[in-house]
């Protein structure tokens, strides 16, 4: 079956933009996560999803990203004001159930450059 | 807080020769570790993983053993192909954190030349 989509794949703005990234998962995963990874890192923790609730955000950086999962399927990174430092990709991943013993699948990522 | 710390790349081998990736951790109690492989071009995808002490992971060749007397998790591979070429991540989930998010490690970058 179909993998986790992400789109767009790039995504060019400009400084105080505001930008929409999208994610689909695999059907029927019932927790979705979004993650950032800036160049040469690994990827960190935003927020996660376990339907159409956010479950734990604690890893938005600020008031400035808001995600959300309306109908538990897909769900949608948004992004207010942008900054060059906001300027990552963008990664979206799936699992049946959320913890730690499940696999989270991964999408290609939004590779997103603020310019 | 809890946190992943691996050894830095990148790591160069020729075709053939053993792999070793260090990986040590920090966290309360026993997480679950995880080592993702990221081949150029695609996504992250699961290598494998241990969710208690002294289970062995192993996929494709690669094995990590958690080890919690030393909070580490090291990737091994006995004869490394070109194909192995990858970035390789190592990572937890915490015990506390029902949700599962995973923190990861700085990622090592591996090149095997033929």
């Known amino acids: 079956g179909a993998g986790v989509s992400q789109t767009p794949s790039n995504k060019v703005t400009e400084k105080g933009k505001y930008v929409e990234l999208r994610c689909d998962p695999i059907?029927?995963?019932?927790?979705l996560y979004w993650y950032r990874q800036s160049l040469g890192q690994g990827p960190e923790f935003l927020i996660y999803f376990q339907g159409t609730g956010a479950a734990d955000d604690s890893g938005l950086p600020n008031d400035r990203f808001f995600a959300v999962r309306p109908e538990g399927s897909v769900s949608t990174l948004k992004i207010q004001r942008t900054e060059r430092g906001d300027s990552a990709v963008y990664l979206c991943?799936?699992?049946?159930?959320?913890?730690?013993?499940?696999?989270?699948?991964f999408g290609p990522g939004t590779r997103l450059t603020v310019l | 807080g809890d946190s992943v710390t691996q050894m830095e790349g990148p790591v160069t081998l020729s075709e053939e020769a053993f792999l070793t990736i260090n990986c040590t951790y920090t966290?309360?109690?026993?997480?679950?570790l995880f080592w993702y492989v990221q081949y150029p071009g695609e996504g992250l995808q699961l290598l494998l993983k241990a969710t208690k002490a002294d289970d062995k992971g192993s996929n494709k060749g690669f094995e990590a053993t958690y080890r919690k007397e030393t909070t580490s998790f090291h990737l091994e591979k006995g004869s490394v192909q070109v194909s192995d070429s990858a970035v390789y991540f190592c990572?937890?989930?915490?015990?506390?954190?029902?949700?599962?998010?995973?923190?990861f490690g700085q990622g090592t970058e591996l090149s095997v030349k033929p």
């Open positions: 991943a799936s699992s049946l159930l959320a913890g730690g013993t499940h696999e989270q699948f």
């Open positions: 966290a309360t109690g026993y997480p679950s």
């Open positions: 059907s029927g995963h019932t927790a």
């Open positions: 990572a937890l989930s915490g015990i506390y954190n029902q949700g599962g998010k995973l923190i």
